[in-house]
Every structure is written in C-alpha cells, then in structure tokens.
C-alpha cells in the first residue's frame, strides 16, 4: 500500500486565558497536521504539539527534508521510513522540532495502515485493555489572581466529575507559596486521590529542586516531574535518591536513546514516553 500523497498544515489555538507554567507563558498553542494518503485511497492523520510559537518550522520540515522518504514509499514499513527519515535529519535535529514533525508522519501511517486492516488503533497495535485506561486530569496552572482555594476549587471539580487522580504545576513561586497551594489541593481532594505536581523543568541544579521538594514530602505525592532542564540527567538522579516522592521525566525526551540514557543514570522511576 503505496503512499501516495503527504500534506502537512499548522494549526495555531489561541488559549482563553494567558497560562503560566514555572518558566514561561502561553497564549497560544501550536500543532502541525499530517495527513498521508494510500494508493488504495486509505487517509491517515498525525500531528505534534510544536509549542508555543513558530509550528511552521515543524510543518516545513515534514514537507521539504522529510516527505521525500514518505511518498511512493509502502505505509507498513514504518521502521524502514523513520529511520530514512531519521537519518537524513541527522544534522537538522536528533531531537525537538524535527523528531516531532516525523513523529507526526509516523503517526500519519500507523493511523492509515489501521483504518487499512479496519481495526481501531489499539487493536493493530495489540493492546490488550478492552475497557477503560486510567487518567489524571492535568491542569493547576498559574493564572493571575487565583489563590490557593481556586485552585483547590478546580481539582475538587475533577474529582466530582470522576477522576482519581490529578496534576499541578509548580515552581513557578517559592517552594513555601507551592506548599500552601499543594496544602489546599491536597485538603480538597482527599487522602485517596492520586496527586502529582509538575515542575517544568523549574530548578537549575539538583540542590534547589531538593530544598523545595523536601517541603513537599507530607502531602504523599506520585510524583515530581521534570524538576530540572531535560539534559540535566545527573541533577535528576541525584534528586531521585533524595527526596521521597518518586521522579517522573521524558515528556521533552525524544527517540530509545534518550530513554536508556535515563534508565541508566537511574534519573526517574516512572518514564513520560
């Protein structure tokens, strides 16, 4: 089943309210599309989140460094196409804008090859869940004005509307103001709703991120994540064996080489692939 067309668009959502994570703010999110289609007329539909600005650089890689490896090429060789792709790219970018953009491809021809056999995704991948899968409402953003029973308020909705387990952002104030915000969720939500905070990637060095985290260690989090830049591996590790709740990191973490990078310095317990 031959590829026989590519096509790639970027989609730019403006948010409703301005966001503030620990490092930067957002007012707008972008998304590059991927479609592919098959010679037997079968569409598949990809994309990536690129950030919060400049998506067409995502796009433009998918149509003039990455499409040529795509099209006339058979969908169901998606290993043999990404790493065509992969390797062509190698000097533009091993990680972030253009891993994402090939991403977005390779989802492009799983989804195409799936609607080809008429099986829904999971199925032709073999998942074995048939039901439900478990998830976390992720939000507790920064936003001007909201107090820490705002945002006690907001996750205290999650749980009403059935999830047990929810997600806030830290790091942006001290390590003092995130303890009462983390004291007021915790106060809400219960003792037995899953609680995790997310630091993106808010401390320079392994002793800042510790100093706040152990401020943290009776509210029984799952987990911290990202409390340092994504290369600092050795920071992530040593704050892995220092502090008691468990370290989450990978969601900026791209290809199996970053991942056993981090399987090895043992840098995080639990892997955001």
């Given at each position: ?12 959502i ?14 707008e999110?972008h ?82 090859n799936?609607k ?18 478990p ?15 705002h ?61 706040a ?5 009776d509210?029984?989090?799952?987990w911290?994540?990202e ?26 973490h791209?290809?199996r ?17």
């Amino acid at each position: 089943m031959k590829v026989t067309e590519l096509t790639a668009a970027t989609v730019v959502i403006p948010l409703r309210n301005v966001t503030s994570f620990s490092t930067r703010t957002v007012s707008e999110r972008h998304y590059t599309l991927v479609k592919v289609r098959t010679e037997a007329g079968t569409e598949g539909l990809g994309f990536c989140y690129c950030g919060n600005g400049a998506g067409w650089i995502v796009t433009q890689a998918v149509r003039d460094l990455l499409a040529q490896h795509v099209v006339g090429k058979d969908s169901h060789q998606t290993e043999a196409i990404w790493d065509a792709m992969y390797k062509d790219a190698i000097l533009m970018g091993r990680r972030g804008a253009v891993v994402r953009a090939m991403s977005a491809i390779d989802i492009a021809l799983w989804d195409a090859n799936a609607k080809e056999a008429e099986l829904p995704l999971y199925q032709y991948l073999g998942g074995a869940r048939q039901d439900v899968v478990p998830a976390y409402a992720s939000g507790g953003y920064y936003l001007e004005g909201k107090t820490p029973e705002h945002l006690a308020g907001e996750c205290a909705a999650y749980v009403n509307i059935g999830f047990n387990a929810v997600k806030i952002k830290v790091g942006r104030v001290s390590a003092r103001e995130d303890a009462e915000r983390i004291a007021a969720v915790r106060r809400a939500i219960g003792d037995d709703v899953e609680f995790f905070v997310d630091a993106n990637n808010a401390w320079p060095d392994a002793t800042s991120a510790i100093r706040a985290i152990r401020q943290w260690e009776d509210f029984d989090l799952g987990w911290v994540e990202e409390p340092n830049m994504p290369d600092e591996l050795d920071a992530h590790a040593a704050v892995a064996a220092a502090v008691m709740p468990p370290i989450a990191t990978g969601e900026i973490h791209q290809t199996r080489w970053d991942f056993q990078m981090i399987l090895d310095k043992e840098a995080a317990s639990i892997l955001q692939t």
